[in-house]
Protein backbone atom coordinates (compact mmCIF):
# COMPACT_ATOMS: atom_id res chain seq x y z
CA UNK A 1 0.00 0.00 0.00
CA UNK A 2 2.84 2.11 0.31
CA UNK A 3 5.07 3.77 -2.56
CA UNK A 4 5.46 6.74 -4.00
CA UNK A 5 2.11 8.17 -4.39
CA UNK A 6 -0.24 9.42 -1.98
CA UNK A 7 -2.77 7.05 0.02
CA UNK A 8 -5.55 8.80 2.10
CA UNK A 9 -7.43 6.61 4.99
CA UNK A 10 -9.82 7.51 7.07
CA UNK A 11 -12.12 5.74 9.19
CA UNK A 12 -14.45 6.32 12.42
CA UNK A 13 -14.60 4.83 15.65
CA UNK A 14 -17.48 5.90 17.76
CA UNK A 15 -21.35 6.41 16.73
CA UNK A 16 -23.84 4.28 14.73
CA UNK A 17 -21.49 4.76 11.94
CA UNK A 18 -18.29 3.74 13.37
CA UNK A 19 -16.02 0.79 12.75
CA UNK A 20 -14.12 0.36 15.78
CA UNK A 21 -10.50 0.35 15.92
CA UNK A 22 -9.93 -2.61 13.77
CA UNK A 23 -8.19 -0.11 11.44
CA UNK A 24 -6.47 1.35 14.02
CA UNK A 25 -5.41 -1.65 15.84
CA UNK A 26 -4.43 -3.39 12.89
CA UNK A 27 -3.64 -1.65 9.91
CA UNK A 28 -2.33 1.57 11.14
CA UNK A 29 0.37 -0.33 13.28
CA UNK A 30 1.48 -2.20 10.31
CA UNK A 31 1.34 1.30 8.17
CA UNK A 32 3.63 2.54 10.89
CA UNK A 33 6.01 -0.15 10.54
CA UNK A 34 6.31 -0.31 6.85
CA UNK A 35 6.75 3.31 6.92
CA UNK A 36 10.23 2.77 9.42
CA UNK A 37 11.15 0.21 6.79
CA UNK A 38 10.91 1.91 3.49
CA UNK A 39 12.93 4.84 2.94
CA UNK A 40 11.47 8.37 1.80
CA UNK A 41 8.09 7.70 2.55
CA UNK A 42 6.07 9.57 5.31
CA UNK A 43 2.87 8.32 6.98
CA UNK A 44 1.00 11.24 8.66
CA UNK A 45 -1.38 10.80 10.88
CA UNK A 46 -4.22 13.49 11.54
CA UNK A 47 -7.27 13.49 14.23
CA UNK A 48 -10.35 15.10 13.75
CA UNK A 49 -12.10 16.01 17.12
CA UNK A 50 -14.98 18.43 16.06
CA UNK A 51 -18.51 17.11 15.03
CA UNK A 52 -19.17 17.19 11.27
CA UNK A 53 -23.15 15.55 11.39
CA UNK A 54 -24.04 17.17 15.26
CA UNK A 55 -22.92 20.05 16.81
CA UNK A 56 -20.86 19.90 19.69
CA UNK A 57 -22.91 18.09 22.80
CA UNK A 58 -25.40 17.73 20.90
CA UNK A 59 -28.15 16.17 23.12
CA UNK A 60 -29.84 14.17 20.02
CA UNK A 61 -26.40 12.41 19.81
CA UNK A 62 -25.87 12.12 22.96
CA UNK A 63 -29.32 10.04 23.38
CA UNK A 64 -28.40 8.11 20.14
CA UNK A 65 -24.82 7.38 21.58
CA UNK A 66 -26.63 6.38 24.90
CA UNK A 67 -29.55 4.14 23.75
CA UNK A 68 -27.17 2.08 21.33
CA UNK A 69 -24.66 2.07 23.55
CA UNK A 70 -22.28 3.57 21.18
CA UNK A 71 -19.58 5.23 24.03
CA UNK A 72 -16.45 3.93 23.83
CA UNK A 73 -14.85 6.15 26.48
CA UNK A 74 -14.84 4.19 29.87
CA UNK A 75 -12.02 3.97 31.88
CA UNK A 76 -10.91 1.53 35.05
CA UNK A 77 -10.20 3.18 38.05
CA UNK A 78 -10.26 1.00 40.78
CA UNK A 79 -6.68 -0.77 40.42
CA UNK A 80 -5.36 -3.79 38.80
CA UNK A 81 -6.44 -6.70 40.74
CA UNK A 82 -3.87 -9.96 39.95
CA UNK A 83 -5.66 -12.61 36.87
CA UNK A 84 -5.88 -15.28 39.44
CA UNK A 85 -7.79 -12.89 41.87
CA UNK A 86 -10.51 -12.66 39.15
CA UNK A 87 -13.84 -14.53 38.38
CA UNK A 88 -15.73 -15.73 35.81
CA UNK A 89 -19.62 -14.76 35.55
CA UNK A 90 -22.93 -15.88 33.32
CA UNK A 91 -24.56 -12.26 32.88
CA UNK A 92 -28.60 -12.86 33.11
CA UNK A 93 -29.67 -11.61 29.99
CA UNK A 94 -33.04 -10.77 31.22
CA UNK A 95 -32.20 -8.32 33.76
CA UNK A 96 -29.51 -7.08 31.71
CA UNK A 97 -31.93 -5.46 29.47
CA UNK A 98 -34.81 -5.32 31.85
CA UNK A 99 -33.90 -1.67 31.65
CA UNK A 100 -32.70 -0.88 35.21
CA UNK A 101 -30.78 1.89 35.92
CA UNK A 102 -27.84 -0.62 36.98
CA UNK A 103 -27.85 -2.62 34.75
CA UNK A 104 -28.30 -0.15 31.62
CA UNK A 105 -24.42 1.02 33.12
CA UNK A 106 -23.49 -2.33 33.52
CA UNK A 107 -24.23 -2.85 29.32
CA UNK A 108 -22.91 0.33 28.58
CA UNK A 109 -19.65 -0.99 29.72
CA UNK A 110 -19.62 -4.13 28.09
CA UNK A 111 -20.38 -2.51 25.11
CA UNK A 112 -17.66 0.17 25.32
CA UNK A 113 -15.00 -2.84 25.50
CA UNK A 114 -16.42 -3.92 22.48
CA UNK A 115 -16.20 -0.69 20.40
CA UNK A 116 -12.32 -0.13 22.28
CA UNK A 117 -11.11 -3.62 20.83
CA UNK A 118 -10.45 -4.41 17.69
CA UNK A 119 -13.90 -5.54 17.11
CA UNK A 120 -15.98 -3.91 14.07
CA UNK A 121 -19.61 -2.71 16.01
CA UNK A 122 -23.13 -2.49 14.99
CA UNK A 123 -26.63 -1.73 16.19
CA UNK A 124 -27.56 -5.33 15.38
CA UNK A 125 -24.73 -6.27 17.62
CA UNK A 126 -26.84 -5.35 20.17
CA UNK A 127 -30.02 -6.73 18.98
CA UNK A 128 -28.48 -9.89 18.64
CA UNK A 129 -26.90 -10.36 21.91
CA UNK A 130 -30.43 -9.47 23.72
CA UNK A 131 -32.63 -11.70 21.03
CA UNK A 132 -30.55 -14.48 20.60
CA UNK A 133 -31.45 -17.45 22.77
CA UNK A 134 -28.39 -19.58 21.74
CA UNK A 135 -25.57 -16.40 22.53
CA UNK A 136 -24.30 -15.94 26.46
CA UNK A 137 -22.31 -13.25 27.41
CA UNK A 138 -20.01 -13.89 30.13
CA UNK A 139 -17.82 -11.23 32.12
CA UNK A 140 -14.25 -11.57 34.56
CA UNK A 141 -14.39 -9.62 37.18
CA UNK A 142 -11.80 -8.52 39.93
CA UNK A 143 -13.13 -9.32 44.01
CA UNK A 144 -16.40 -8.24 44.48
CA UNK A 145 -16.72 -6.32 47.72
CA UNK A 146 -20.38 -7.29 49.07
CA UNK A 147 -20.65 -3.69 50.86
CA UNK A 148 -20.04 -1.87 47.92
CA UNK A 149 -22.78 0.25 46.08
CA UNK A 150 -20.68 0.29 42.89
CA UNK A 151 -20.37 -1.51 39.63
CA UNK A 152 -17.85 -3.89 39.16
CA UNK A 153 -14.66 -3.09 36.94
CA UNK A 154 -15.41 -5.56 33.44
CA UNK A 155 -11.73 -6.93 32.53
CA UNK A 156 -12.67 -9.05 30.06
CA UNK A 157 -16.50 -10.08 28.24
CA UNK A 158 -16.90 -13.58 26.43
CA UNK A 159 -19.50 -13.62 24.04
CA UNK A 160 -20.45 -17.10 22.98
CA UNK A 161 -23.25 -19.26 21.19
CA UNK A 162 -24.28 -22.65 21.32
CA UNK A 163 -24.19 -24.42 17.96
CA UNK A 164 -24.85 -27.69 16.80
CA UNK A 165 -27.61 -31.08 17.82
CA UNK A 166 -28.20 -31.09 14.23
CA UNK A 167 -30.31 -33.97 13.39
CA UNK A 168 -27.74 -36.16 11.14
CA UNK A 169 -30.39 -36.70 8.04
CA UNK A 170 -30.46 -33.15 7.88
CA UNK A 171 -27.09 -32.77 7.54
CA UNK A 172 -26.50 -35.85 4.55
CA UNK A 173 -29.14 -34.24 2.68
CA UNK A 174 -27.97 -30.24 2.94
CA UNK A 175 -24.30 -32.40 1.98
CA UNK A 176 -25.81 -34.38 -0.74
CA UNK A 177 -27.58 -30.81 -2.38
CA UNK A 178 -24.33 -29.17 -1.66
CA UNK A 179 -25.94 -26.73 0.80
CA UNK A 180 -25.27 -25.40 4.38
CA UNK A 181 -27.86 -24.11 6.70
CA UNK A 182 -27.62 -20.61 8.10
CA UNK A 183 -26.43 -20.49 11.47
CA UNK A 184 -24.21 -23.16 13.52
CA UNK A 185 -21.12 -21.67 11.80
CA UNK A 186 -18.78 -24.36 13.05
CA UNK A 187 -20.94 -27.78 12.71
CA UNK A 188 -21.77 -26.71 8.96
CA UNK A 189 -18.48 -25.65 8.03
CA UNK A 190 -16.94 -28.98 9.41
CA UNK A 191 -19.39 -31.05 8.09
CA UNK A 192 -19.02 -29.70 4.75
CA UNK A 193 -14.93 -29.82 4.40
CA UNK A 194 -14.71 -33.11 6.27
CA UNK A 195 -18.06 -35.02 4.78
CA UNK A 196 -18.74 -35.80 8.07
CA UNK A 197 -22.48 -35.80 9.29
CA UNK A 198 -21.90 -37.68 12.59
CA UNK A 199 -20.03 -34.09 13.55
CA UNK A 200 -23.49 -32.12 13.33
CA UNK A 201 -24.64 -33.97 15.99
CA UNK A 202 -22.22 -32.51 18.70
CA UNK A 203 -22.88 -30.32 21.05
CA UNK A 204 -20.06 -27.32 21.02
CA UNK A 205 -19.38 -23.76 21.75
CA UNK A 206 -18.15 -21.27 19.53
CA UNK A 207 -16.14 -18.05 21.02
CA UNK A 208 -17.72 -15.45 19.15
CA UNK A 209 -16.13 -12.88 20.67
CA UNK A 210 -13.69 -12.65 23.53
CA UNK A 211 -12.38 -8.67 24.60
CA UNK A 212 -9.93 -7.12 27.19
CA UNK A 213 -9.99 -3.79 28.31
CA UNK A 214 -7.61 -1.61 26.82
CA UNK A 215 -5.99 -0.98 30.03
CA UNK A 216 -5.11 -4.31 30.74
CA UNK A 217 -4.08 -6.57 27.67
CA UNK A 218 -1.50 -8.52 27.05
CA UNK A 219 -1.80 -9.06 30.67
CA UNK A 220 -3.02 -12.76 31.38
CA UNK A 221 -6.96 -11.53 32.08
CA UNK A 222 -8.28 -13.01 28.58
CA UNK A 223 -6.45 -16.30 29.19
CA UNK A 224 -7.66 -16.80 32.85
CA UNK A 225 -11.00 -15.80 31.61
CA UNK A 226 -10.91 -18.77 28.67
CA UNK A 227 -9.40 -21.14 31.39
CA UNK A 228 -12.11 -20.73 33.44
CA UNK A 229 -14.46 -21.42 31.21
CA UNK A 230 -12.76 -24.09 29.58
CA UNK A 231 -12.75 -26.17 32.94
CA UNK A 232 -16.71 -24.78 33.59
CA UNK A 233 -17.57 -27.22 30.78
CA UNK A 234 -15.38 -30.11 31.40
CA UNK A 235 -16.90 -30.15 34.83
CA UNK A 236 -13.57 -29.22 36.72
CA UNK A 237 -15.96 -26.56 39.02
CA UNK A 238 -18.31 -28.20 41.62
CA UNK A 239 -21.68 -26.42 41.27
CA UNK A 240 -24.28 -25.70 43.48
CA UNK A 241 -28.19 -24.24 42.88
CA UNK A 242 -27.43 -20.68 42.62
CA UNK A 243 -28.96 -19.05 45.64
CA UNK A 244 -31.21 -16.01 43.71
CA UNK A 245 -31.96 -16.60 40.04
CA UNK A 246 -33.05 -12.96 40.21
CA UNK A 247 -29.33 -11.43 40.24
CA UNK A 248 -27.17 -9.95 37.21
CA UNK A 249 -24.36 -12.01 37.47
CA UNK A 250 -24.09 -15.83 37.96
CA UNK A 251 -20.74 -17.46 39.37
CA UNK A 252 -19.81 -20.58 37.42
CA UNK A 253 -20.22 -21.94 40.81
CA UNK A 254 -23.86 -21.68 40.83
CA UNK A 255 -25.00 -22.70 37.57
CA UNK A 256 -24.82 -26.17 36.07
CA UNK A 257 -23.00 -26.30 32.83
CA UNK A 258 -24.54 -27.58 29.48
CA UNK A 259 -23.37 -31.01 28.03
CA UNK A 260 -20.96 -29.81 25.03
CA UNK A 261 -18.20 -31.81 23.06
CA UNK A 262 -16.19 -29.08 22.07
CA UNK A 263 -15.42 -25.55 22.60
CA UNK A 264 -14.49 -23.82 19.32
CA UNK A 265 -13.51 -20.04 17.83
CA UNK A 266 -13.26 -18.73 14.55
CA UNK A 267 -11.74 -15.37 13.94
CA UNK A 268 -9.22 -13.77 10.88
CA UNK A 269 -6.02 -15.18 11.08
CA UNK A 270 -3.04 -13.04 12.71
CA UNK A 271 0.08 -14.41 14.44
CA UNK A 272 -0.82 -12.56 17.13
CA UNK A 273 -4.48 -14.68 17.81
CA UNK A 274 -3.03 -17.78 16.85
CA UNK A 275 -0.37 -17.86 19.81
CA UNK A 276 -3.49 -16.97 22.12
CA UNK A 277 -5.50 -19.58 20.93
CA UNK A 278 -2.93 -22.07 20.28
CA UNK A 279 -1.59 -21.77 24.12
CA UNK A 280 -4.86 -22.37 25.07
CA UNK A 281 -4.78 -25.69 23.51
CA UNK A 282 -6.64 -25.04 20.16
CA UNK A 283 -5.76 -26.83 17.22
CA UNK A 284 -6.47 -25.80 13.52
CA UNK A 285 -9.41 -27.62 11.33
CA UNK A 286 -10.21 -25.05 8.70
CA UNK A 287 -8.64 -22.22 6.80
CA UNK A 288 -10.85 -20.13 4.22
CA UNK A 289 -8.75 -19.90 1.10
CA UNK A 290 -9.88 -16.67 0.33
CA UNK A 291 -9.12 -13.76 2.33
CA UNK A 292 -11.36 -11.22 3.81
CA UNK A 293 -12.64 -8.32 1.83
CA UNK A 294 -11.83 -5.92 4.61
CA UNK A 295 -9.15 -6.68 6.49
CA UNK A 296 -7.43 -9.04 3.93
CA UNK A 297 -7.13 -12.06 6.81
CA UNK A 298 -8.21 -16.00 6.10
CA UNK A 299 -10.87 -16.83 8.48
CA UNK A 300 -9.50 -19.58 10.87
CA UNK A 301 -11.58 -22.44 12.99
CA UNK A 302 -10.18 -24.02 15.87
CA UNK A 303 -11.18 -26.26 18.22
CA UNK A 304 -10.25 -27.01 22.01
CA UNK A 305 -8.04 -30.28 22.29
CA UNK A 306 -9.74 -32.19 25.26
CA UNK A 307 -8.05 -35.98 23.70
CA UNK A 308 -10.77 -36.15 21.71
CA UNK A 309 -10.01 -38.80 18.93
CA UNK A 310 -11.93 -37.21 16.01
CA UNK A 311 -10.06 -33.90 16.82
CA UNK A 312 -6.61 -35.52 16.42
CA UNK A 313 -7.83 -36.99 13.15
CA UNK A 314 -9.54 -33.42 11.58
CA UNK A 315 -6.53 -31.67 12.95
CA UNK A 316 -4.49 -34.08 10.90
CA UNK A 317 -6.27 -34.24 7.44
CA UNK A 318 -6.14 -30.08 7.51
CA UNK A 319 -2.34 -30.07 8.38
CA UNK A 320 -1.74 -31.91 5.01
CA UNK A 321 -4.22 -30.43 2.79
CA UNK A 322 -3.05 -27.44 4.21
CA UNK A 323 0.53 -28.51 2.74
CA UNK A 324 -0.77 -28.92 -0.16
CA UNK A 325 -2.25 -25.53 -0.91
CA UNK A 326 0.06 -23.25 0.26
CA UNK A 327 1.59 -22.94 -3.16
CA UNK A 328 -1.85 -21.31 -4.24
CA UNK A 329 -4.03 -18.64 -2.11
CA UNK A 330 -1.59 -19.23 1.00
CA UNK A 331 1.41 -18.75 -0.74
CA UNK A 332 1.25 -14.99 0.34
CA UNK A 333 1.10 -16.01 4.12
CA UNK A 334 4.20 -15.44 6.10
CA UNK A 335 5.76 -19.24 6.62
CA UNK A 336 6.20 -18.44 10.26
CA UNK A 337 2.16 -18.47 10.78
CA UNK A 338 2.11 -21.91 8.73
CA UNK A 339 4.61 -23.05 10.82
CA UNK A 340 3.01 -22.23 14.17
CA UNK A 341 -0.89 -23.59 12.93
CA UNK A 342 0.16 -26.91 11.43
CA UNK A 343 2.79 -27.82 14.34
CA UNK A 344 0.90 -28.50 17.44
CA UNK A 345 3.76 -30.30 18.57
CA UNK A 346 7.12 -31.06 16.95
CA UNK A 347 6.91 -32.36 13.82
CA UNK A 348 7.00 -36.17 14.11
CA UNK A 349 9.95 -37.97 13.42
CA UNK A 350 9.98 -41.56 12.95
CA UNK A 351 12.20 -44.40 11.73
CA UNK A 352 10.10 -44.13 8.45
CA UNK A 353 13.57 -43.24 6.62
CA UNK A 354 13.89 -46.41 5.01
CA UNK A 355 15.27 -47.32 1.34
CA UNK A 356 11.82 -48.62 0.40
CA UNK A 357 9.59 -45.72 1.64
CA UNK A 358 12.29 -43.10 -0.05
CA UNK A 359 12.51 -45.28 -2.95
CA UNK A 360 8.54 -44.07 -3.57
CA UNK A 361 9.03 -40.67 -3.64
CA UNK A 362 13.18 -40.20 -4.20
CA UNK A 363 14.53 -42.03 -7.74
CA UNK A 364 18.55 -43.55 -7.62
CA UNK A 365 19.03 -40.51 -10.03
CA UNK A 366 17.08 -38.13 -7.84
CA UNK A 367 19.91 -39.50 -5.05
CA UNK A 368 22.85 -38.36 -7.26
CA UNK A 369 21.35 -34.77 -8.14
CA UNK A 370 21.10 -34.24 -4.65
CA UNK A 371 24.53 -35.54 -3.46
CA UNK A 372 26.17 -33.81 -6.26
CA UNK A 373 24.73 -30.23 -5.10
CA UNK A 374 25.71 -31.29 -1.47
CA UNK A 375 29.50 -31.87 -2.54
CA UNK A 376 29.14 -28.12 -4.22
CA UNK A 377 29.58 -29.78 -7.46
CA UNK A 378 26.42 -28.62 -8.89
CA UNK A 379 23.95 -25.13 -8.55
CA UNK A 380 20.26 -25.44 -6.60
CA UNK A 381 18.34 -25.37 -9.59
CA UNK A 382 19.26 -28.63 -10.23
CA UNK A 383 17.42 -30.38 -7.21
CA UNK A 384 14.65 -27.24 -6.97
CA UNK A 385 12.45 -30.22 -8.17
CA UNK A 386 13.08 -32.82 -4.98
CA UNK A 387 12.45 -29.69 -2.48
CA UNK A 388 8.64 -29.71 -2.49
CA UNK A 389 8.88 -33.81 -2.14
CA UNK A 390 11.27 -33.18 0.72
CA UNK A 391 9.33 -30.67 2.74
CA UNK A 392 6.29 -32.60 2.50
CA UNK A 393 7.90 -35.93 3.53
CA UNK A 394 9.78 -33.92 6.50
CA UNK A 395 6.68 -32.02 7.64
CA UNK A 396 4.50 -35.78 7.12
CA UNK A 397 6.97 -36.96 9.78
CA UNK A 398 8.58 -39.27 7.65
CA UNK A 399 12.37 -38.20 7.52
CA UNK A 400 14.58 -38.77 10.02
CA UNK A 401 14.96 -34.83 10.29
CA UNK A 402 14.97 -32.45 13.53
CA UNK A 403 14.88 -29.05 11.90
CA UNK A 404 14.67 -25.98 14.36
CA UNK A 405 11.31 -22.81 13.46
CA UNK A 406 14.15 -20.91 11.49
CA UNK A 407 15.24 -24.27 9.24
CA UNK A 408 11.28 -25.25 9.30
CA UNK A 409 10.48 -21.96 8.05
CA UNK A 410 13.09 -22.02 5.00
CA UNK A 411 11.77 -25.24 4.06
CA UNK A 412 8.14 -24.26 3.96
CA UNK A 413 8.61 -21.05 2.07
CA UNK A 414 10.91 -22.91 -0.67
CA UNK A 415 9.50 -25.72 -1.08
CA UNK A 416 5.83 -25.33 -0.23
CA UNK A 417 5.10 -21.58 -1.09
CA UNK A 418 7.63 -22.08 -4.22
CA UNK A 419 9.27 -18.69 -2.96
CA UNK A 420 12.35 -17.72 -4.60
CA UNK A 421 15.76 -17.26 -2.22
CA UNK A 422 15.33 -13.45 -2.84
CA UNK A 423 11.30 -13.57 -1.71
CA UNK A 424 12.62 -15.72 1.01
CA UNK A 425 15.01 -13.18 2.23
CA UNK A 426 12.60 -10.75 2.26
CA UNK A 427 10.78 -12.40 5.35
CA UNK A 428 14.06 -12.88 7.30
CA UNK A 429 15.44 -9.46 6.21
CA UNK A 430 18.24 -9.80 9.57
CA UNK A 431 19.66 -12.62 6.74
CA UNK A 432 21.29 -12.31 3.74
CA UNK A 433 20.96 -14.64 0.60
CA UNK A 434 23.96 -16.63 1.02
CA UNK A 435 23.43 -17.22 4.83
CA UNK A 436 19.60 -18.45 3.37
CA UNK A 437 21.39 -21.40 0.97
CA UNK A 438 24.03 -22.40 3.84
CA UNK A 439 21.25 -23.21 6.26
CA UNK A 440 19.12 -25.02 3.39
CA UNK A 441 22.36 -26.83 1.77
CA UNK A 442 23.29 -27.78 5.22
CA UNK A 443 19.52 -29.66 5.67
CA UNK A 444 20.30 -31.27 2.19
CA UNK A 445 23.28 -32.01 3.32
CA UNK A 446 21.89 -33.82 6.61
CA UNK A 447 19.11 -35.49 5.12
CA UNK A 448 21.40 -36.67 2.39
CA UNK A 449 24.07 -38.29 4.54
CA UNK A 450 20.79 -39.74 6.24
CA UNK A 451 19.95 -41.79 3.01
CA UNK A 452 23.48 -42.67 2.46
CA UNK A 453 23.72 -44.56 5.70
CA UNK A 454 20.37 -46.58 4.89
Excluded at 331 to 339: E, S, T
Excluded at 376 to 399: A, M, Q, R, W
Excluded at 412 to 432: A, N, V, W
Amino acid sequence: MLGPYLVLLSSTVHGYEGTGRSLSLKLFEQLRQQSTKIGGVNLTELKLEEPIRYKEGDPVEAWLNKLLCLDATQRIVSGCPTPKECSLYFVNKDILFSYHKASEAFLQRIMSLYVSSHYKNSPNDLQLLSDAPAHQLLCLLGPIDANSAQLPEVLCVIQLAYEGQINRQIVMSELQKGHRSAGDLIPWTVCQQFQDPNFGELSGVRIVRIATHPDFQSMGYGKHAMKLLSDYYQGKIATTPPKDESTLLVGLSERAPEAINYIGVSYGLTAPLLRFWKKLGFMGVYLRQTPNDITGEHTSIMIQTWEQPWLTEYHTDFKFRLLNLLGYEFRKLPPQIILNLITSTAPKTSDNNKPSTVSEHISKYDFRRLKSYTDNLTDYHIILDLVPTITKLYFKGELNLNLSPLQSTIMLSLGLQFRSIDETSQIFPELENNQIMGIFKKIMKRQCCTWRTK
